[in-house]
């Protein structure tokens, strides 16, 4: 079956400063999703990516879907305390419509 | 609040015990979802169902066993249970149950501790 991986694991991010976490799957996706769940929380979702190549914008977040649909990327501008979390994605594989979800990238913000 | 909830919250059972864990969707879904979520490891999804009837079991093993009476609730019966079924276990709702085409809502979880 499919292997979702997420990289970075861990990201530490001064507060104001960008990062991105990276989605790769061994197979082709039919979509990927993404969820952020807060220290102590449920995931949450926060958007769904469909089409090779889509880009999505909620505010802060940038949301990448690669061209041959087996990766994604998240970025996040200028963090915020509020962006404190585990942000998972979850692919659909194109194949077999197994969702996997990667490991999640969690973030801790400096102040 | 996402409209799912759970029952417990917490749950410390021995392995000789049985317990059951309760999901509960008020947003007139048709699919619920059992996942496992272990420090460090990615969200296991569990069992699917879909219209009251099963349509995924991911191997799980046979001490863990769902049920699902109406598109509104979804248990999960625990039974001899082993330490390393100790983890956070969340329930989920969606429109339909192609899981990934719609997005989850997700219940707050139950912590279960297996001593």
């Known amino acids: 079956g499919q292997q979702v991986m997420q990289i970075p694991q861990y990201q530490h991010v001064q507060e104001g400063e960008d990062f991105t976490t990276y989605c790769n799957s061994s197979t082709t996706l039919s979509n990927i999703q993404w969820y952020k769940q807060r220290p102590g929380g449920h995931p949450v979702f926060l958007i769904q990516?469909?089409?090779?190549?889509e880009v999505k914008k909620q505010k802060r977040l940038t949301f990448q879907f690669g061209e041959a649909k087996k990766n994604s990327s998240l970025h996040i501008t200028a963090t915020q305390t509020t962006d404190v979390g585990t942000y998972f994605c979850?692919?659909?594989?194109?194949?077999?419509?197994?969702?996997?979800f990667g490991a999640g990238t969690t973030v801790t913000v400096r102040a | 609040e996402t409209g799912v909830t759970q029952t417990p919250r917490h749950l410390v059972m021995g392995m000789t015990n049985k317990k059951s864990l309760k999901c509960e969707q008020h947003l007139g879904h048709n699919a619920m979802y059992w996942y496992k979520q272990s420090a460090k490891k990615p969200l296991e999804l569990m069992f699917v169902?879909?219209?009251?009837?099963?349509?995924e079991n991911n191997s799980v093993p046979s001490r863990f066993s769902p049920e699902c009476p109406n598109s509104s609730h979804l248990f999960l019966h625990l039974h001899t249970l082993q330490p390393e079924d100790s983890a956070l276990y969340l329930c989920a709702s969606s429109q339909d149950s192609l899981a990934g085409s719609y997005e989850q809502y997700f219940g707050p979880g139950t912590r279960l501790t297996v001593t």
């Open positions: 169902y879909n219209f009251k009837e099963q349509t």
């Open positions: 979850a692919g659909l594989g194109a194949n077999d419509y197994k969702l996997s």
């Open positions: 990516l469909v089409k090779s190549g």
